[in-house]
């Protein structure tokens, strides 16, 4: 799985999950499954563009691989958007989030430790 931090004027993109049924409600980086013969970074593109009609341009790594199973990891990018105006695709709602709002949303466990180091070393 890829997930992007999309910072946009020292604010970071939280999308508000649609489904699956035991998923939805909570909050979450954009991203998704990387399929077979993608990069990590090709689908992480793909699936910005996808869910929320933007074009991203993928900055740095954020931290390693990010266990979510014994069979699934999170890999995350900080993303800047070059073109487009996000929009709810496939999420219930997006929210931009100042950084004394980064814990006003209810994030997945599998987001969360994310979310924990963005806002210790900054969305900058």
Do not use: N, Y
Not at 43 to 55: F, G, N, Q, T
């Amino acid at each position: 799985m890829v997930g992007a931090a999309i910072i946009a004027d020292g604010r970071l993109l939280a999308a508000q999950r649609a489904e699956p049924a035991h998923m939805a409600g909570g909050w979450e980086l954009p991203g998704g499954k990387v399929d077979p013969g993608e990069t990590d970074a090709d689908a992480l593109v793909r699936e910005c563009h996808e869910e929320l009609a933007i074009k991203v341009r993928l900055g740095r790594r954020i931290g390693a691989d990010w266990r979510l199973s014994e069979r699934a990891v999170l890999r995350v990018w900080t993303a800047g958007i070059v073109e487009g105006e996000p929009r709810a695709l496939e999420h219930l709602a997006l929210r931009w989030l100042a950084p004394d709002e980064l814990f006003d949303v209810a994030w997945l466990d599998g987001d969360r430790p994310v979310i924990d180091v963005l806002a210790r070393e900054g969305l900058g």
